[in-house]
């Protein structure tokens, strides 16, 4: 089937999380290189990214900090120097295709108002917190089916995530193409997700011609 419309996930997909990552270590005090690694050893143990708050401190509430952080004039963010290079051209790229693209992640409502703000060649934008529905659900892929506004088969979801991006997408009938990047692109591990992969990529600036050749077969 045609691909017809491309979602891309947002976080070390579309913005590298580098610096705000780096960020949350200065607010809990510790060492950058600390907080990375404990950060690595939960995703390797298949846990999800928040529990490497509790390590440091216990009970920590995230969207409470994230309030926190925002009432000290330090919020969480990021800008047009944290998008990766090849995010802007590739979204350009793919709606020169004729393909509707978006950006579809488990954002909070100011990060979907920071990439608004970027003016980024996009078609639509949806967050968990405007769609109130969280990936890996199934609801958040059938939101974005919905969005694409064609068959699941023709919709290609774009993620670094083999457990939150790829697998729930193809449970949902989405194709999906799997970039290898950020600390989840290289410590998860599962064949079978990776193997039904329509596209397997190290970079954004290969899948423009990757779809227009599968499109064109």
């Known amino acids: 089937m045609k691909i017809q419309a491309v979602f891309f996930d947002v976080g070390e997909t579309i913005v590298d999380e580098t610096r705000e990552y780096g960020t949350w270590a200065d607010w809990l005090g510790v060492p950058r290189h600390t907080f990375s690694a404990v950060f690595g050893a939960v995703i390797a143990r298949g846990g999800d990214y928040r529990e490497t708050f509790q390590h440091f401190r216990p009970g920590f509430d995230l969207h409470v900090e994230r309030e926190r952080r925002a009432e000290a004039g330090q919020p969480e963010s990021f800008s047009e120097e944290n998008l990766y290079e090849d995010a802007r051209p590739c979204l350009a790229a793919l709606r020169e295709q004729g393909l509707l693209v978006g950006l579809a992640g488990n954002q909070t409502a100011r990060a979907e108002k920071i990439l608004r703000a970027l003016s980024l060649p996009v078609d639509l934008i ?30 290609l979801y774009v993620g670094d995530r083999l457990d939150n991006d ?9 194709a999906t193409a799997l970039i290898r990047r950020g600390a989840w692109g290289y410590i998860l591990d599962d064949a079978d997700a990776a193997e039904r992969c329509l596209f397997r990529i190290d970079s954004l600036a290969e899948l423009p011609e990757l779809i227009r050749k599968h499109n064109e077969g």
């Open 126 to 155: 949806g967050t968990s917190d405007s769609w109130g529905v969280e990936k890996p659900s199934a609801a958040f892929f059938e939101r974005v089916v919905q969005e694409a506004g064609c068959p699941a088969g023709a919709v």
């Open 166 to 174: 790829v697998k729930p997408a193809q449970d949902s009938g989405v």
